[in-house]
């Protein structure tokens, strides 16, 4: 099967990062095609960032579509463009914050989110929200790590997530920890062996339910809000994006 893993920002050392973390988990038989879209932000870490960073994943999607994907993976924590995404897709589409959330709610009853700036935990807050798990979720974290500080293997992030994840097991009494941004995947599993409790890297999680959704036969939904996009002409800078009759089964009518 195919897997389409797309980070959602446009650095490409972190799209190679994110390729090398899914590949890594994915089975023998699964091929991963880490992408990134052809504009926006070099890092997601605010509303604006976001905007143009969902934007991004519709063009991927789109491609992804086109060239067989069985299921794409979002891998940026603000899951950007998510239901947009799956409008746009037959396979399933995962964003490895809500993918991560499932995953530490299966191993504990209580969850801390240890993220990057401290401006982005508002966006991981209303995922939690959105997605439901305010009854799990025992706190989120910002170390004031920049996303692009993870990509230097000069800098002190290791340390700093550490640390910053240790305060937060003990303070929120949580049994697990979410790693809150894609670039962080390459530190789980030496921050698991430190912490001693499981640390739930949304790429490896998305990647895995990804594959499983797919190898029992499940794909997004085309009934109800997840159908197709309506066939109309997008304008201006949009208009190369309209959606278009290739969208295949798409509804033409309002309804
Ligand atoms: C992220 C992420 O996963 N990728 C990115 O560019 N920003 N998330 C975050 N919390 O900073």
Known sequence: ?????INPNTSASMT?????AARAVASPGTVIDAVQPSFGAPSIEGHHDDVWAAAGVAEQVRAGERDGADAHVIACFGDPGLHAARELARGPVIGIAEAAFHCASLLATGFSVVTTLTRTCVIAEHLVLQYGFERRCRGIHGTDI???ELDDPASDAHARILASARQALERDRSGAIVLGCAGMADLCARLQAELGVPVVDG???AVKLAEGLVAIGLGTSKRGDYAWPLRKDYVG???PYSPGPELSGQETRSG
């Open 1 to 5: 099967m195919k897997i389409r893993v």
């Open 16 to 20: 190679a990062k994110i390729g090398e």
């Open 146 to 148: 920049a996303v692009l």
């Open 203 to 205: 790429v490896a999680a």
């Open 237 to 239: 800078l949009a208009a």
